[in-house]
């Protein structure tokens, strides 16, 4: 037994690799808890913008929504009314998703970015269905179609 100046106490069996040394096993440890930890801080970071992304693409759309059936859609029609409306909605969401994504500090991978996007999109159809359901007094079949 000897001690290396690199990797601290080992026996003959580390110098070939096969075992762990003490000091390279709490490394490791501590190497697994950050990475857990950093995880959860990216876990964490998604969701509140996700959460974050959807308020402000809901806002938007229930204030659009609301200037396009009371001013638009009586004069050139619904479907004029929406196509309209829609290019501002794509702005809105799309400068949004830029500004939340490093407001909140979301990951650099599509994982995180996606997951993001996928937050914001369940509470928002969630958030549509009861508004629809519960303000509007639709059947969730009328809601559906």
């Given at each position: 037994m000897g001690r290396s100046h690199r990797d601290g106490w080992h026996d003959a069996a580390a110098l070939d690799g096969t075992t762990t040394t003490p000091r390279n096993a709490r490394t490791e440890r501590h190497a697994n808890a950050s990475g857990r930890a950093k995880a959860a801080k990216l876990a964490r970071a998604t969701?509140?913008?996700g959460f974050a992304y959807f308020v402000v693409v809901f806002a938007a759309g229930f204030f659009l929504g609301t200037?396009?059936?009371l001013v638009l859609a009586p004069g050139p029609g619904v479907t004029l009314a929406t196509?309209?409306?829609l290019p501002f909605m794509l702005l809105i969401s799309w400068l949004a998703c830029a500004r939340?994504?490093?407001r909140f500090s979301v990951g650099p991978t599509w994982r995180q970015r996606v997951g993001m996007g996928a937050c914001a999109l369940a509470l928002l159809v969630g958030a549509e269905t009861l508004l629809?359901?519960?303000g509007f007094g639709r059947s969730l079949a009328e809601h559906m179609r």
């Open positions: 969701l509140a913008a200037v396009r059936v196509a309209i409306e939340l994504i490093r629809g359901v519960i």
